[in-house]
């Protein structure tokens, strides 16, 4: 029997890698523990008999420190989180059972991206602009797109070509583009399965304000059951003009954490 997916990863794709590189001292949210990676054992440390050696690796991170997918878990509001579970009592015993990101099933799913500053005319959105419902449905338009139920959609603001000067891409004082309420509220009637971003923080970041209110994780990850991935490289993406894809993700399967690191790719017949 013919495998129609086989038959298509056979006839060549091409592969859009949408992760950022992990590396000590990368730029983060403030609010997490930082990515460290050390070696324990280096080639020499240790020889067998034979004359071989291994080296090893030892990692501490933070769940949302790079390209990293916000499980359910991840936010609550007047005490309650996605579906009315009770926050301060998922949380007893130190793991969320209910919305942790164990409970993420693989996404291999239609992906659309959303180019805010190709519609703009500018290459980098300003700290603390607001994207509004008119640019992503520009944007939308430019891509040839529409945007649909369970489809995992990707804003572009160009913010993510700042990521390699670290401070920069945090925001601070400058604030950080990205969508609002109304954004998050056009996204979540679409009833989209996940919805992703060049940025830290995913939502628009006000100059000074750090996360002192982020809304639409509210309307997406309380509210709305969505999916939020924050930190992607969509330069690539957009350069090739790709707005239309198969969007595949796989979280970590850490029971009851908050979040997880990935590797998201955008796949397209080569």
């Given at each position: 029997m013919s495998d129609a997916l086989l038959d298509a990863v056979l006839g060549g794709v091409d592969v859009v890698d949408l992760g950022r590189q992990l590396r000590v001292g990368m730029p983060q949210s403030p609010n997490h523990p930082q990515f460290w990676h050390t070696?324990?054992?280096?080639?020499?440390?240790?020889?067998?008999?034979?004359?071989?050696?291994?080296?090893?690796?030892?990692?501490?991170?933070?769940?949302?420190?790079?390209?990293?997918?916000?499980?359910l878990a991840h936010v609550s509001h007047d005490g309650e989180m996605f579906g009315g579970v009770d926050a301060m009592a998922a949380g007893v015993g130190g793991k969320y059972d209910e919305l942790g990101v164990h409970t993420i099933a693989p996404m291999m799913r239609r992906g659309v991206l959303l180019d805010v500053p190709a519609v703009l005319g500018v290459d980098v959105c300003e700290g603390g602009y607001e994207v509004t419902v008119a640019d992503l449905e520009s944007a939308a338009e430019h891509a040839g797109v529409e945007v649909g139920e369970g489809d995992v959609v990707l804003i572009r603001s160009g913010w993510g070509s700042l990521f390699a000067d670290g401070a920069p891409y945090v925001g601070g004082p400058s604030g950080v583009p990205g969508i609002g309420e109304a954004g998050a509220q056009w996204l979540a009637e679409r009833r989209v399965h996940a919805a992703g971003a060049d940025t830290i923080a995913f939502e628009r970041l006000a100059?000074?304000?750090?996360?002192?209110?982020?809304?639409?994780?509210?309307?997406?990850?309380?509210?709305?059951?969505?999916?939020?991935?924050?930190?992607?490289?969509?330069?690539?993406?957009?350069?090739?003009?790709?707005?239309e894809f198969t969007f595949v993700l796989i979280p970590l399967n850490i029971y009851g954490a908050t979040g997880s690191p990935v590797r998201p790719l955008a796949v397209t017949p080569a």
């Open positions: 070696l324990p054992r280096r080639h020499g440390d240790m020889i067998r008999a034979d004359g071989g050696s291994a080296a090893n690796d030892m990692i501490t991170t933070g769940t949302h420190v790079g390209t990293h997918i916000d499980a100059p000074g304000g750090g996360h002192a209110l982020l809304p639409a994780h509210r309307v997406l990850l309380v509210e709305s059951g969505i999916y939020i991935i924050e930190a992607l490289d969509l330069e690539q993406l957009a350069a090739r003009r790709r707005y």
